[in-house]
């Protein structure tokens, strides 16, 4: 097929704006959280209502330009933006509303986890969003969707009632349990390889705003036995509460000691949804190990989804390993505390971080059937991120991520797909596996035949 960029017959009835390289806001645009993604698009379509998002996704396939779609832009793998060809935006489609007595919110498929959990906690409310508020609602959701209010109320995909989607033939759709059922089930947690979903109707949930976080810092000698301890408190743990846990470089902080900052540390602890005084009755168990440091924090709900803002901010080059666990043994314990480094010869400073945080609860309620999320069954998810600026270019940053990766694999049970960077055919299989992943690719061959969503964690038809 022959490539075009003439883009005179998009501007034709199109209301959002049309960016090409040299022109003001391009550079822009096409910068995403991950600054390790420095591709350059033939066209940007900066969309403002799906039928936006319609013409430009025809106009992509009439010319034969490769199609992306940004939402948030905070894929870690990058996929929102093309090199050579068109990125779809949907970044201008932010609005949320929200119905506080039926408990709905509608939200574009651009906007960011903070605009939703700002409109909706004005009300008391909330549903399952991620843990940083300048995520991308979309990504976020069509992958599944993990939050501190998923073992209360199950991952953001459980909550949504509809999607708004526009299809490869340009179609806009209406998916829900009663309307397109195979493409609602495939949206929930299948990402984005059916279409762009240019809206999501969300179920909401009284909670309040009352939150707490919990962090004790161990040395790694003394780490293990603290996180067997951890470990075991799981399986009872209230629903409010979510375990964390991380393998770190201590920073200057002032609740850790001078005598440990830039050293390895673990900490332990949780995230509690609720009166804070509750939450504490959980900490007597955790600090029978011993913890060097401890940080506990009463927050509203809309600040516990900031608290990450900062660390997790657009500008570094970042890559991540992930794996679902549903046993934490001690070797992986032990695989968690050395960071991909036993023998301790690496300078901490360059060494991927780990985290784990527990799954369960409402998550694991949820039958394995009802959507193309999977995995239910995880005790704890595990993700060795590392991250640098320029110039260095990052090739030993990745090596030491994918080694950390690598120590914890042998424990593996799959892979929460957000979370994948560079992982291909194995990754999607470790994702889905064989069941849902046969059942996905039937979806797929009904609503995108030709695979023009490809620029993803990829479904062939």
Not at 346 to 363: H, K, R, T, V, Y
Not at 372 to 378: E, I, K, L, P, V
Not at 406 to 433: C, L, M, R, W
């Amino acid at each position: 097929m022959r490539v075009t960029t003439d883009v005179a017959s998009l501007r034709s009835g199109f209301d959002g704006q049309i960016l090409q390289p040299g022109d003001d806001g391009y550079d822009e645009s096409r910068r995403i959280w991950n600054g390790m993604i420095d591709r350059h698009p033939a066209v940007i379509a900066r969309c403002t209502a799906a039928a936006d998002v319609a013409a430009a996704v025809m106009f992509g396939r009439s010319g034969g330009l490769e199609i992306a779609v940004r939402g948030g832009g905070h894929g870690v793998a990058g996929y929102a933006v093309p090199e050579g060809g068109l990125m779809v935006d949907l970044s201008p489609m932010n609005k949320v509303r929200v119905d506080a007595d039926r408990r709905r919110a509608w939200v574009q498929g651009g906007a960011l986890l903070g605009s939703l959990d700002q409109a909706s906690q004005r009300f008391g409310l909330a549903t399952t969003a991620g843990n940083v508020s300048h995520t991308g609602v979309g990504g976020l959701t069509l992958g599944g969707g993990m939050g501190w209010l998923a073992r209360l109320h199950g991952l953001a995909c459980d909550n949504v009632e509809s999607y708004e989607v526009v299809t490869a033939d340009g179609t806009i759709e209406r998916a829900s349990a009663t309307q397109n059922p195979d493409l609602f089930w495939g949206l929930r947690g299948g990402g984005g390889n059916f279409g762009v979903v240019t809206e999501f109707e969300f179920r909401l949930h009284r909670v309040g705003a009352a939150t707490m976080t919990a962090d004790l810092f161990f040395t790694p000698e003394a780490a293990p036995r603290a996180l067997r301890r951890w470990r075991d408190l799981l399986p009872e743990a209230p629903r409010q509460a979510t375990f964390t846990a991380s393998a770190v470089t201590a920073g200057d902080l002032p609740f850790v000691p001078l005598e440990l900052q830039g050293k390895a540390m673990v900490s332990i602890g949780f995230v509690w949804i609720g009166d804070p005084e509750q939450g504490q009755k959980l900490l007597p168990a955790l600090r029978e190990a011993g913890p060097v440091a401890e940080r506990i924090r009463p927050l509203t709900y809309v600040e516990l989804q900031q608290v990450d803002d900062n660390p997790q901010g657009h500008g570094r080059s970042r890559y991540w390993k992930s794996h679902y666990l549903r046993e934490l043994g001690d070797d992986a314990i032990d695989a968690f505390v050395s960071r991909g480094d036993p023998t301790g010869e690496i300078d901490a400073a360059l060494l991927a971080s780990g985290d784990l945080q527990a799954w369960g609860g409402e998550i694991a309620a949820t039958g394995h059937d009802e959507s193309a999320f999977s995995h239910r069954d995880a005790l704890v998810e595990f993700v060795a991120r590392n991250g640098w600026v320029a110039p260095d270019d990052g090739q030993h940053r990745i090596a030491l991520a994918r080694r950390y990766g690598a120590a914890i694999e042998p424990f593996a049970s799959g892979a929460y797909v957000n979370d994948i960077t560079d992982a291909g055919v194995a990754g999607v299989q470790s994702a889905y596996g064989s069941d849902n992943l046969a059942r996905l690719a039937k979806i797929k061959a009904r609503y995108d035949p030709d695979n023009v969503f490809h620029l993803n964690h990829n479904i062939r038809p």
